[in-house]
């Protein structure tokens, strides 16, 4: 019985016929992130000073603002389900948890959304 030798095309696939090395797209993580991250979880963890939510609906506070040297919890607000983020004092916003990881760490979309998915645990 002979082998045939692997073709080059096939030598990536493993086993399970995933190349190793794949990655999805950053906007299919990006999805997958927003279906499995409730935002007021993500923004209570990732902002010390943000108070426990009373209510899981609309804006609410989000705690001092990390985007300036903030004194007044009050200013950041967060949308409870968009996960969107405005502070009335510096005027930082976004339209998501990865807006807010991107603008907060200086990560481009990509390195957020895989930041993001390794924390949360987002496959
Ligand atoms: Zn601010």
Do not use: Q
């Not at 927003?34 to 108070?51: L, N, R």
């Not at 209510?55 to 009050?74: N, Q």
């Amino acid at each position: 019985m002979t082998t045939k030798p692997a073709r080059g095309g096939l030598r990536a696939l493993n086993s399970t016929g995933w190349r190793p090395n794949y990655k999805p797209a950053p906007r299919l993580i990006a999805r997958a992130i927003k279906e499995a991250v409730d935002p007021v979880s993500f923004y209570t963890s990732e902002i010390p000073s943000m108070p426990a939510p009373k209510r899981r609906a609309g804006w609410i506070d989000g705690g001092l603002c990390p985007f300036h040297t903030d004194s007044h919890t009050g200013n950041f607000r967060i949308h409870a389900a968009a996960g969107s983020f405005y502070c009335f004092a510096c005027e930082a916003r976004g339209p998501d948890i990865i807006a807010f990881t991107m603008a907060r760490d200086g990560l481009s979309f990509r390195e957020a959304v895989e930041t993001l998915a390794a924390s949360w645990g987002v496959r």
